[in-house]
T-cell receptor
Framework: EADIYQTPRYLVIGTGKKITLECSQTMGHDKMYWYQQDPGMELHLIHYSYGVNSTEKGDLSSESTVSRIRTEHFPLTLESARPSHTSQYLC????????????FGPGTRLLVL | AQSVTQLGSHVSVSEGALVLLRCNYSSSVPPYLFWYVQYPNQGLQLLLKYTSAATLVKGINGFEAEFKKSETSFHLTKPSAHMSDAAEYFCAVSAGGYQKVTFGTGTKLQVIP
């Protein structure tokens, strides 16, 4: 079944730790995205990729980095987590085309102490 | 530049009553418009989208939305609310192609039995 997966679903870590949020999709989509979601606020695009070896920063400044070595995999890394990174992170993918639908993973809820 | 404004961060309706969630957009080019739904602890899922064909768009779960250019609106409606409709709803706009999608701040729908 074609789907998009995110792990872990929940993560509690201490300040200064390095973390990687995993995102994988089985739909063969070239376009992938990372959003940050906080209550009462719009989704903020923090990274996106239009294919293998393509990564771009989004509208919201983020201290995270991403990589796209394989089509299906788009991990997000925080080298040194801080309390300000506490948020929900949503991964999404979409196919090529105009007005394409974005397919979202279930999200990773991150709490940095 | 593009943006969406969702009027009302929380909307409550009785079961069986009309659901109306408001969305106004701003776009410098003819827009593509979307409604997504997010159930608790899940990612966003597409309800419907407007791609410049019919102005009245029907989506899943009995929802529909009407594109009104003169009012720059794309309100979401459902004739009769069901308990399972309780969720958060996001309106979004895009210029299409490689242009990014801009999401609204969301409206939480509560359905009262």
């Amino acid at each position: 079944e074609a789907d998009i997966y995110q792990t872990p679903r929940y993560l509690v870590i201490g300040t200064g730790k390095k973390i990687t949020l995993e995102c994988s999709q089985t739909m063969g989509h070239d376009k992938m995205y990372w959003y940050q979601q906080d209550p009462g606020m719009e989704l903020h695009l923090i990274h996106y990729s239009y294919g293998v070896n393509s990564t771009e920063k989004g509208d919201l400044s983020s201290e995270s980095t991403v990589s796209r070595i394989r089509t299906e995999h788009f991990p997000l890394t925080l080298e040194s987590a801080r309390p300000s990174h506490t948020s929900q992170y949503l991964c999404a993918s979409s196919e090529e085309g105009t007005a394409e639908t974005q397919y979202f993973g279930p999200g990773t809820r991150l709490l940095v102490l | 530049a593009q943006s969406v404004t969702q009027l009302g961060s929380h909307v409550s309706v009785s079961e069986g009553a009309l659901v109306l969630l408001r969305c106004n957009y701003s776009s410098s080019v003819p827009p593509y418009l979307f409604w997504y739904v997010q159930y608790p602890n899940q990612g966003l899922q597409l309800l419907l989208k407007y791609t410049s064909a019919a102005t009245l768009v029907k989506g899943i779960n009995g929802f529909e939305a009407e594109f009104k250019k003169s009012e720059t609106s794309f309100h979401l409606t459902k004739p009769s609310a069901h308990m399972s409709d309780a969720a958060e709803y996001f309106c979004a706009v895009s210029a299409g192609g490689y242009q990014k999608v801009t999401f609204g701040t969301g409206t939480k729908l509560q359905v009262i039995p």
